[in-house]
């Protein structure tokens, strides 16, 4: 899901009230990603340690595709088709790894895939930016194309926590990144955040900025 340039052992270092966080290159796929998604990953990916100890590692898809035509709105930033790949997430904390609402998610592999937070009375106020990604199972999604339908994305990726809502990862909006990842700190939320493009044609890429640690208030 992130586009890397591997210029050294560690990317970038970020503090936060004496926690160290720093990105690595990891060149070798998890066991367990189907083979025709694993195709279509970038290799290295990186991944993201908190003082020294691993939690974990992203994949992004070699390249994406956009909407033609796309304006971002107040809520919607992000040019992608529900359901859409965009990457591989490798938990590697053994516990209290959580989604952004908090649910947790064990050790494992994870597809990622683009959504947005359904507009219904169920999700007022919850957040002003509809962007997320949905973990699912990586044994359980085999298929580079998008599920069938919303409910199904939905269904898949609860299957994450056990629960009747989605695994969730807030994105965040970006105006432009450098290709070389880089991890940041945000005091005021408790959020450590992946900031990156990812190309979506020859040329072009889109700047990405995705919540890997923290959760909604």
């Not at 990622?112 to 990604?133: A, C, I, K, M, W």
Request: proline share 7%; glycine share 8%; with cysteine.
């Amino acid at each position: 899901m992130l586009r890397v340039a591997v210029v050294s052992l560690v990317y970038a270092a970020a503090t936060a009230f004496g926690a160290e966080g720093t990105l690595k290159p990891v060149e070798a796929l998890p066991a367990g990603v189907n083979e025709k998604i694993a195709a279509v990953l970038h290799k290295p990916g990186v991944q993201i340690l908190i003082d020294g100890k691993p939690v974990c590692t992203l994949w992004r898809v070699e390249q994406a595709t956009a909407k033609e035509g796309f304006k971002s709105t107040l809520n919607v930033k992000y040019p992608f088709q529900p359901g859409q790949l965009l990457g591989v997430m490798e938990v590697n904390q053994a516990k209290e790894f959580t989604d952004f609402r908090g649910q947790e998610v064990k050790p494992g592999v994870y597809t990622l895939r683009y959504g947005q937070q359904p507009v219904d009375g169920n999700h007022v106020g919850t957040s002003e930016l509809y962007d997320f990604l949905l973990a699912i199972p990586a044994k359980s999604d085999a298929d580079v194309a998008p599920p069938k339908s919303v409910d199904d994305l939905v269904k898949k990726s609860a299957a994450t926590t056990g629960s009747n809502h989605p695994a969730i990862f807030s994105l965040l909006p970006v105006d432009k990144a450098d290709a070389t990842p880089t991890l940041t700190h945000d005091d005021g939320k408790e959020f450590w955040v992946v900031t990156s493009t990812l190309p979506v044609g020859a040329e072009k890429t889109i700047p990405i900025r995705l919540v890997v640690v923290g959760r909604s208030e």
